[in-house]
T-cell receptor, first 116, second 108 residues
Framework: DTGVSQDPRHKITKRGQNVTFRCDPISEHNRLYWYRQTLGQGPEFLTYFQNEAQLEKSRLLSDRFSAERPKGSFSTLEIQRTEQGDSAMYLC??????????????FGPGTRLTVL | DAKTTQPPSMDCAEGRAANLPCNHS???????VYWYRQIHSQGPQYIIH???NNETNEMASLIITEDRKSSTLILPHATLRDTAVYYC?????????FGPGTSLSVIP
């Protein structure tokens, strides 16, 4: 399977614990995005990377959230001191940016986080 | 904020064409119209996009009005597997901003 993969698919944690999610994009894609989706809503943008550089962060991304893409390939999203409001589906997407126009994003299956 | 408005829900009979409207009255000249859909518990899936000409691919057709202020996604022969939330998005060269989309139910 050469699509975007995410791990784990499901995570249940207790309030106050730290969690880390991983995203593996399509191999030649230089852009990687993170979104959060709560029930009944469309995905909300969190942040994105161009290669290893983090170019934009949403104000939704509080200081408890951090994302990295150290070698411009896979990415991790860490949430520290989780709160019940962090319960959501976390989606990763990747695209190939050629510097001319937007290219469609390919989404992974998501990681569903439940904070008890 | 999303730059598009869509009806929250629609029904369509199986085998009939599903026509999903989208208003994007503030679209600017270099912004494309993109459509994604999301089947329950899966990540969004790209369907089609266009700038000003009508477009067709193996999944759907996209009709964009001449003034580009609205568009319609057409699924020519809807099947039960087309039941999903459909998102209409406009953007030029940046992150995707999703609205709440249209929940399409295909009815047997």
């Amino acid at each position: 399977d050469t699509g975007v993969s995410q791990d784990p698919r499901h995570k249940i944690t207790k309030r106050g614990q730290n969690v880390t999610f991983r995203c593996d994009p399509i191999s030649e894609h230089n852009r990687l995005y993170w979104y959060r989706q709560t029930l009944g809503q469309g995905p909300e943008f969190l942040t994105y990377f161009q290669n290893e550089a983090q170019l934009e962060k949403s104000r939704l991304l509080s200081d408890r959230f951090s994302a990295e893409r150290p070698k411009g390939s896979f990415s991790t999203l860490e949430i520290q001191r989780t709160e019940q409001g962090d319960s959501a589906m976390y989606l990763c997407a990747s695209s190939l940016d050629l510097g001319v126009t937007y290219n469609e994003q390919f989404f992974g299956p998501g990681t569903r986080l439940t904070v008890l | 904020d999303a730059k598009t408005t869509q009806p929250p829900s629609m029904d369509c009979a199986e085998g009939r064409a599903a026509n999903l409207p989208c208003n994007h009255s503030t679209i600017s000249g270099n912004e494309y119209v993109y459509w994604y859909r999301q089947i329950h518990s899966q990540g969004p899936q790209y369907i089609i996009h266009g700038l000003k000409n009508n477009e067709t691919n193996e999944m759907a057709s996209l009709i964009i009005t001449e003034d580009r202020k609205s568009s319609t996604l057409i699924l020519p022969h809807a099947t039960l597997r087309d039941t999903a939330v459909y998102y209409c998005i406009v953007l030029s060269y940046d992150k995707v901003i999703f609205g709440p989309g249209t929940s399409l139910s295909v009815i047997p």
